[in-house]
């Protein structure tokens, strides 16, 4: 008598289980994603959309995010903001049914926006605005020149006192008209008269 067996690759073994053990461990996954859900206040988010998104602290919150989430949850003032200043002021008090009030001046003053700038000549490349962005909007690196990403930078100055050697300075982040600087037209020399009036009478 003549037996067959009938035996199974250990490819297909490996195969198999692995697939079997992805898609055990896939299911728990999305099972613990549904089950442990954050849900996320919708009025924090409309809050977070109002704020400047400076994440300059000087509200007292380490960003934007947790001031609107004290603002939501904790029944915070609305007017520690001074990036948002007077117009973040009254939207918030809008969507918060509750009065206008003033800038807080223990959390600073409203000013134009404004972007760091380093004067890269004296940069030392010591990397601490660096480590002071919280946007990271400073390339560079060690013993290198930095350097200001204007369009992500959010003029949030805290990248000015780390400097050892004070070569950060904060410029407006664009021109108004009052602040705009004309170049003087340069004259040419002599000017010569044309003869076109000339031509024009004898015609």
């Known amino acids: 008598m003549i037996v067959i067996q009938f035996g199974i690759s250990p490819i297909i073994m490996v195969v198999v289980s692995t697939a079997g053990l992805g898609i055990f461990f896939g299911a728990l996954l999305g099972y613990a994603v549904v089950a442990f859900r954050v849900k996320k206040n919708p009025l924090v988010e409309?809050?977070?959309?109002?704020?400047p998104q400076t994440q300059c602290g000087q509200c007292g919150y380490p960003g934007c995010r947790p001031y609107a989430e004290a603002l939501a949850n904790n029944d915070e003032?609305?007017?520690?903001?001074?990036p948002g200043g007077e117009a973040g002021i009254r939207a918030l008090a809008a969507l918060l049914d509750k009065d206008v009030?003033?800038?807080d001046a223990e959390h600073g003053e409203e000013k134009p926006l404004m972007v760091a700038?380093?004067?890269?000549?004296?940069?030392?490349?010591?990397?601490k605005c660096i480590q002071a962005c919280p946007v990271d909007a400073i390339l560079g690196a060690a013993k290198l020149m930095h350097t200001v990403i204007s369009e992500e930078c959010t003029g949030?100055?805290?990248?000015?006192?780390p400097c050892p050697v004070d070569c950060i300075e904060m410029r407006p982040a664009y021109n108004e008209l009052t602040a705009w600087q004309w170049k003087t037209p340069q004259l040419p020399?002599?000017?010569?008269?044309?003869?076109?009036?000339?031509?024009?009478t004898t015609s």
């Open 46 to 51: 409309q809050i977070n959309a109002i704020l």
């Open 101 to 103: 009030e003033t800038l």
């Open 117 to 127: 700038y380093i004067r890269e000549d004296e940069c030392i490349g010591c990397t």
């Open 77 to 82: 003032a609305i007017n520690k903001c001074p």
């Open 156 to 161: 949030c100055d805290l990248c000015v006192d």
């Open 189 to 200: 020399g002599h000017i010569i008269a044309t003869d076109i009036g000339q031509s024009a």
